[in-house]
C-alpha cells in the first residue's frame, strides 16, 4: 500500500522561508507532486519531482530523494496569499494504467501573517 | 481553454434521495478521476477512467456510489440512496497520457450536503 506523511500545519510571517516536508511509503513509485489548495477551492498542481534533486519554479522550489522517500516544498519570500493547504501526491502504478494514479497525503496548513 | 467543468457546485439534499453529480473533462484529456474531500479523510480517489473506460473503481465506498463516462466529454457520479455520511465535496480532475507528469486539472468541485 501507499502512505504518505506531512505536518497538518505550518505557520510563518510574510517574507520567510518555509519547508514542508514529505514522506511516504509506496510500493511502486513514478515521482512526487505538490498541489496548493486555498479554501473553498480546488487543488491545483505546483510541482513533480521524478529524479532526485531540487526543481525551482519562481518561488517554489521542490526537493526529491528517493532513497529516503522524501520531499520537500520549499516556499521562498512568502506572500499572504501563500496561505492555504499543501498536499504531496505519490504516483505510482496501477493496474497497468499508463500513468498510474495519484495518492495524496493529508496537506499542512500553511498561514502566513503580516 | 475551459478548465474541467463541474455540476451542480452546491446541492443539498435529503437522506435517501438519488444525487447525480456531472463532470465535462478537458478537451483531449484522456483520464478522468473522481475524489472526494472531507476533514476526516481527505482526499481519496475513487474511480478513474482512461479512454472513458473504468480503471480503478477501488475506492468506491461502497454499492450506493456508481460511476459513468459514456464518451470522452462527460461523465457522471451518482449517489443513490444518499446518506449524511456521503456529506463532502465532490472533485473531478482530468489529465491527458501525453501530459506532463500525470498533473491533474482538477474542477471547482460540488459540495454535497445530505440532511
Known amino acids: 500500500g501507499q502512505s504518505l506523511e506531512q505536518p497538518s500545519e505550518v505557520t510563518a510571517v510574510e517574507g520567510a522561508i518555509v519547508q514542508i516536508n514529505c514522506t511516504y511509503q509506496?510500493?511502486?513509485?513514478?515521482?512526487l507532486s505538490w498541489y496548493q489548495q486555498h479554501d473553498g477551492g480546488a487543488p491545483t498542481f505546483l510541482s513533480y519531482n521524478a529524479l532526485d534533486g531540487l526543481e525551482e519554479t519562481g518561488r517554489f522550489s521542490s526537493f526529491l530523494s528517493r532513497s529516503d522517500s522524501y520531499g520537500y516544498l520549499l516556499l521562498q519570500e512568502l506572500q499572504m496569499k501563500d496561505s492555504a493547504s499543501y498536499f504531496c501526491a505519490v504516483s505510482g502504478p496501477d493496474r497497468g494504467s499508463t500513468l498510474g494514479r495519484l495518492y495524496f497525503g493529508r496537506g499542512t496548513q500553511l498561514t502566513v501573517w503580516p | 481553454d475551459a478548465g474541467v467543468i463541474q455540476s451542480p457546485r452546491h446541492e443539498v439534499t435529503e437522506m435517501g434521495q438519488e444525487v447525480t453529480l456531472r463532470c465535462k473533462p478537458i478537451?483531449?484529456?484522456?483520464?478522468l478521476f473522481w475524489y472526494r474531500q472531507t476533514m476526516m479523510r481527505g482526499l481519496e480517489l475513487l474511480i478513474y477512467?482512461?479512454?472513458?473506460?473504468?480503471?480503478?473503481d477501488s475506492g468506491m465506498p461502497e454499492d450506493r456510489f456508481s460511476a459513468k463516462m459514456p464518451n470522452a466529454s462527460f461523465s457522471t457520479l451518482k449517489i443513490q440512496p444518499s446518506e449524511p455520511r456521503d456529506s463532502a465535496v465532490y472533485f473531478c480532475?482530468?489529465?491527458?497520457?501525453?501530459?506532463?507528469?500525470?498533473?491533474?486539472?482538477f474542477g471547482p468541485g460540488t459540495r454535497l450536503t445530505v440532511l
Open positions: 509506496t510500493s511502486g513509485f513514478y515521482g
Open positions: 478537451s483531449g484529456h484522456d483520464y
Open positions: 477512467f482512461n479512454n472513458n473506460v473504468p480503471i480503478d
Open positions: 480532475a482530468s489529465t491527458r497520457t501525453s501530459g506532463k507528469y500525470n498533473e491533474q486539472f
